[in-house]
């Protein structure tokens, strides 16, 4: 049996962590500038576009089981989980420019049907991405620090994408469609790169699976699995927390903020650099207390940045970007440490059914965080349209749209966080129960059987 070092080289985890960067560079402008730039600059109707994005939404998570059995049962020569990061490249760049650059006259089906594309590829690069991840280490601790590195690279995406309407007004060039059309190129220019870089340097650890599986019935069977429940309910509740504050940023600090669409800019790169500088935090805290338990500290330290938001007399640009630096923080740990603990679930359900069921997980684990977002964008505009909230730039609102606005924004995610730690703090899986099924795993592929 070939030998996994514990530590991998720091060449491998960044070019692991590499598709991170046009990923994020594609799912962050998405929810924010996306919506907005349809139902304001293109005109289509505010509750169509919101409708639009959570059916595609609700569509997308039947193909993440599907594709993720394929992956699992997948062998070549390349391995199971490399070749589609080659497939969906292609399928991002076609989509991406086909979406932000659009232009006036473009209909609800046009956005329906290159948002499902989009969405397909997102899906396919970020299951082989995290699969990938969780191959080439089977180790409790070094999982956060491959995680770390990816989240890392997510904030970097992030910052480039944020960076790109910046740099456009700095160039001269003026318009909505001109930011989109440079958030579409840097896209479409680093996904091949990024995959081009991974599949250059990372190899696959042959795994040892006994029976064939990844069909639905697996899918729906893992959805009983106390611990796997504990973390999807995790996932959701931060899902739904971040896709409606990325869903309303752009109307809440425009219109209860005073800032312009500039300083939106600013304050999400601040986010992420926060998120990207504390990532080694939560790497560290994982190793310290545990994935589960950090994991709770990072809800309530989001749940923390959301009051000192709302704290914050509008005007104030230097005390929001500190505010916005708190959740950037929180960010960072909520969205790795469940990508480090899915990993950490597959070697347990191997143990479990003899399945490689690593593709499966992360499709259930994507599934939910994309419920979260398909529910946060539609209902969010939904509930906007039910306070009369005028979304057209410059528009004036009445108190009551505005309160509805700081509910939605502020008040719903701290339920949620506060929700999301307690879950979290009865998390089961530990590093030391963990590190039992990591042996009986290593026992069972190194027995005559298996070999």
């Known amino acids: 049996m070939t030998e996994t070092p514990k530590h991998l080289p720091r060449h491998v985890m960044l070019a692991l962590a590499g598709p991170s960067i046009p990923l994020a560079?594609?799912?962050?402008?998405?929810?924010?500038?996306?919506?907005?730039?349809?139902?304001?600059?293109?005109?289509?109707?505010?509750?169509m576009v919101g409708t639009v994005f959570m059916v595609v939404r609700l569509l997308d998570i039947g193909f993440?089981?599907?594709?993720?059995?394929?992956?699992?049962?997948?062998?070549?020569?390349?391995?199971?989980?490399?070749p589609w990061l080659a497939i969906a490249a292609p399928i991002i760049m076609l989509s991406m420019g086909m979406l932000f650059m659009a232009r006036p006259g473009v209909g609800p089906l046009y956005l329906t049907g290159w948002l499902l594309m989009a969405y397909a590829g997102?899906?396919?690069?970020?299951?082989?991405?995290?699969?990938?991840?969780?191959?080439?280490?089977?180790?409790?601790?070094?999982?956060?620090?491959?995680?770390?590195?990816?989240?890392?690279?997510?904030?970097?995406?992030?910052?480039?994408?944020m960076l790109m309407p910046k740099l456009v007004g700095m160039a001269g060039i003026t318009g909505q469609a001109a930011s989109m059309a440079?958030?579409?190129?840097?896209?479409?220019?680093?996904?091949p790169v990024m995959v081009s870089i991974t599949l250059a340097l990372v190899r696959e650890r042959p795994v040892v699976a006994e029976r064939q599986g990844g069909?639905?019935?697996?899918?729906?069977?893992?959805m009983r699995n106390r611990t796997v429940q504990r973390l999807l309910a995790c996932e959701a509740l931060l899902g739904i927390t971040g896709g409606a504050t990325s869903t309303l940023a752009l109307f809440y600090f425009t219109r209860t903020k005073g800032l312009d669409a500039a300083d939106l800019g600013l304050l999400f790169i601040v986010h992420a650099i926060a998120g990207m500088a504390l990532t080694p935090l939560w790497s560290r805290l994982a190793i310290a207390i545990g994935k589960h338990h950090a994991l709770a500290v990072a809800a309530l330290v989001y749940a923390a940045g959301q009051v000192a938001i709302w704290a914050?007399?509008?005007?104030?640009?230097?005390?929001l970007l500190l505010a916005q630096g708190i959740v950037g923080i929180a960010y960072g740990g909520s969205s790795l440490l469940p990508r480090a603990m899915i990993a950490d679930v597959s070697d347990k359900e191997r143990l479990r059914t003899r399945q490689e069921r690593t593709g499966l997980l992360y499709a259930l684990l994507i599934g939910v965080w994309k419920i979260g977002q398909a529910v946060s964008v539609g209902l969010m505009f939904w509930a906007l349209s039910l306070f009369a909230f005028n979304p057209a730039p410059g528009a004036t609102n009445a108190a009551s749209a505005m309160m509805g606005l700081q509910i939605l924004y502020i008040g719903l995610p701290i339920l949620l966080c506060c929700a999301a730690a307690w879950v979290a703090f009865r998390y089961p899986l530990t590093a030391a129960r963990h590190a039992e099924i990591r042996l009986e795993l290593e026992r069972i592929d190194a027995s005559p059987v298996s070999a």
């Open 25 to 47: 560079a594609l799912s962050l402008p998405l929810v924010v500038y996306l919506p907005a730039y349809y139902s304001g600059t293109l005109g289509l109707d505010l509750a």
């Open 64 to 82: 993440d089981p599907f594709i993720g059995g394929v992956m699992d049962r997948m062998k070549t020569r390349f391995g199971r989980y490399r």
């Open 122 to 161: 997102w899906s396919i690069m970020t299951l082989a991405q995290l699969a990938l991840a969780a191959n080439v280490s089977p180790d409790y601790h070094e999982r956060s620090r491959i995680y770390g590195w990816w989240q890392i690279a997510f904030s970097i995406g992030m910052i480039g994408a």
């Open 182 to 191: 440079a958030m579409a190129w840097l896209v479409i220019v680093l996904a």
């Open 215 to 222: 069909g639905l019935r697996d899918y729906f069977e893992m």
């Open 312 to 319: 914050v007399p509008a005007g104030q640009l230097v005390l």
